[in-house]
């Protein structure tokens, strides 16, 4: 119980830091007239409040204590006194002190419609005092609690290279979501860019990609990896609409181009981050179906699996990456099993349109069943001498 208490109160430290922190930052860029019209910076608390978050996810579950700036003593209270100042002096000055940090604080945490900002401004005067009082215990408990030893999971035990990826890809989902809250335009560029890919509509993609005008191929291709690394979004839409808007030859040469980039991505952070992590990311049930299919076909399975449009195309990156199937295995693989239907649906996206959605199912049942009957053809004919043999 103890522990649970302490790991809560260590929590809630963190994130509370990263809080100040954030609405210090937000509330120093708002001050730039040019800035505020283009971006919310507002949502600078958000990003900070999720970094907090991940460096506690370090802190307490890769041993990485560095990263527990909110344990020491001096670091937490040269950070808070700060950002607290720089948030009084701004806001004093400005003649906003009762305004601005409920501005920013209930923008940025999605309570517009929730609070008013009088009621926002009383739950900050409650709230920063009790964050101060949690930051304390924290210190307090970090000195009284002995340091365990790292575990052979423990940061100090990653590679030089696995630390990078780890944090390297942490900084590339808070700048994502740092753009994608702060930037209205791009925010609305890539809701428009997700509808149009789940309801499979290729003239209305097509469209959205003509707006870009030359940027069109570098929007789709970035997509494309975006989709294969993140977000799960039909490709075979991006696939069909390059051939509606390239031509089939070179709106195959772009979607298996990107298609491979997204999944050497897949596959190299599958390598950094681990098989626990990657469970997360593509569940426990999809990883062990992999296990068996992999144990089963060995280094022709990411093969076939490419063959087969109705297996998950980021499920097989991602799976690939924990597995001993080395880079180039997996690179060829992956190259000449996607080959075939990302041809196949150019070419149909440079020849038809309205009935993408049938034409998609029709190939996917024929390329499927095809692939099958391949797979199950030995056993099949295995079967039938074994049954003349004892008939004779």
Sequence with gaps: MTNIIRAFIQLVAAVFLYFLIGLAVAILLLQ??????????????????????????????LNAKKFAIWESARFSAVIGILSIAVTAVITITGGSFSILPSYVVRKSLFLEEMFTLDVMNSLLIFLIPTGIA???????????????????????????????????????????????????????LFNQASGYLKDADVEGFRDYLLSFGPLAAVVSGLLMVFQAIIAPLPAFVITFTNGLLFGWVWGAVLSWSSAMAG??????????????VVEKLVSKKALNWWDQFFEKYGKHAVFIARL???????????????????????FWATG????????????????????????????????????????????????????????G
């Design 308 to 330: 087969v449009p109705i297996v998950s195309f980021d499920l097989v990156s991602y799976a690939a990456g924990v597995t001993s199937i080395s880079f180039w295995q997996f």
């Design 32 to 61: 730039n007239s040019w800035l505020d019209m283009r971006f919310d910076s507002e949502y600078m608390v958000t990003i900070s409040m999720l970094t907090g978050l991940w460096f506690y996810f370090l802190t307490t579950f």
């Design 336 to 391: 000449i099993g996607q080959l075939p239907a990302t041809i196949l649906y150019s070419y149909l996206g440079q020849n038809a349109t309205s009935t993408v959605k049938i034409l998609f199912f029709i190939f996917t049942i024929v390329i499927a069943l095809a692939v099958i009957g391949m797979i199950l053809r030995p056993k099949l004919q295995a079967r039938g001498k074994g049954k003349q043999g004892a008939n």
């Design 263 to 276: 999944a050497v991505l897949c596959f190299y952070l599958a390598k950094i981050l681990g098989r626990p």
């Design 134 to 188: 949690f930051l304390v215990f924290a210190v307090w408990s970090s000195k009284k609690m002995k340091t365990k030893t790292a575990s052979n999971k423990g940061w100090n035990q990653l590679s030089r290279f696995q630390k990078f990826g780890i944090m390297f890809l942490f900084g590339l989902i808070a700048l994502f979501l740092l753009v994608y809250l702060g930037q209205g335009e791009i925010r609305d």
